[in-house]
């Protein structure tokens, strides 16, 4: 018999059953133009995510909302087409503003909000959001789980406030890997453990 | 035919079907020796709650951690036998500590505060909890609903971001009104706006 690896057994099996979760907290997307004016130059970067491509930045930003700000907010790479600030509904109170529910991408008539950099400053009139709850998958365990790319399904995670949540959106791409994103509400509303699962539910 | 109240119809309709959300912000609990401490003056009433005799107070706290403090924060009443602050997991964050999820007026082995008043300072020894997740409910809604006191239930909430919350306590008393708690973790996770409502699965 062949050797067997007993962790990255475990870890495939319970890639078939569940899916691992993460909790996203307040961040910003800039554009290549936006980078230039706030930093002096592109973003560069700290580490890189679970999403394949998609790293932490460097660089970081003072958000100003009407009521409050937020300094050292982590800005993630690589620049986009169109700035995106993703915050929770907490946020928002404390910023003065209130964020629509919205997939990522989608800030069409969302609120604006300042950013400050070491080099410049940036108004963007629209581009506030919280971000929908989603799980990122590859078109493999899309297949296996039965689901497909912009489905909504329930999401049970097995964590120490244990939560179904609804509404959730399904998105697959050969560039993702599987991982389920709550913002720090949804997060602490279930009492999120790094490592924790969930499962879909139809 | 007699005069038919619709509005009293309705909302008694509803109440067979669904129970009415509510989300409670931060506060703190204080015994009688505790308010003449902090204010010199035992708590007086600003506004009823919800709950038969529990009522928003005049008088207000500043509550200090190891790592934040919040001021102007809620001091409910009447006074009790032992001190408890309820804190969102977030609010945990910035205060820097990690209160358990617990049913209320379990705080042994909790974390304690220091809590500032205009006349004088308590420093709690533990206190500070997550209030777990809970419907108050009449005897008579809870038989009508076929639960029991201490029973653990699934509450379906009917919200913008539609979730199920699992584990939560049900508590039945002569004494209070039939209305679900939650915290602003979980108000926000599920997109909470007053008036909503939800009804429980077993």
Redesign the interface.
């Known amino acids: 018999m062949d050797h067997v690896n007993i962790d990255a057994l475990a870890k495939a099996v319970l890639g078939k059953l569940f899916i691992e979760l993460e909790a996203s907290g307040r961040h910003v997307h800039v554009t290549e133009a936006q980078a230039q004016t706030l930093f002096g130059h592109g973003l560069t970067p700290k580490r890189p995510l679970s999403q394949p491509g998609q790293y932490l930045a460097n660089e970081r930003l003072t958000v100003i909302g009407p009521k409050g700000e937020f300094h050292n907010v982590a800005v993630l790479g690589p620049e986009r087409k169109e700035a995106q600030v993703e915050i929770?509904?907490?946020d928002g109170r404390e910023l003065g503003i209130t964020p629509p529910?919205r997939p990522s991408g989608d800030v069409s008539h969302s609120p604006g909000v300042r950013l400050v950099g070491p080099k410049g400053v940036v108004t963007l009139p629209q581009g506030v959001i919280a971000a929908?709850?989603h799980i990122h998958m590859t078109p493999a365990d899309a297949a296996h789980m039965g689901v497909t790319d912009k489905q909504i399904v329930?999401l049970q995670v097995f964590t120490?406030?244990?939560?179904?949540?609804?509404?959730v959106l399904v998105r697959v791409s050969k560039d993702f890997a599987t991982f389920a994103h709550l913002?720090?509400?949804?997060a602490?509303?279930?009492?999120f453990r790094q490592g924790d699962l969930g499962r879909i539910l139809q």
């Open positions: 929770s509904l907490t529910v929908q709850r329930k120490e406030r244990p939560v179904i949540f609804e509404d913002d720090y509400d949804e602490n509303a279930c009492g």
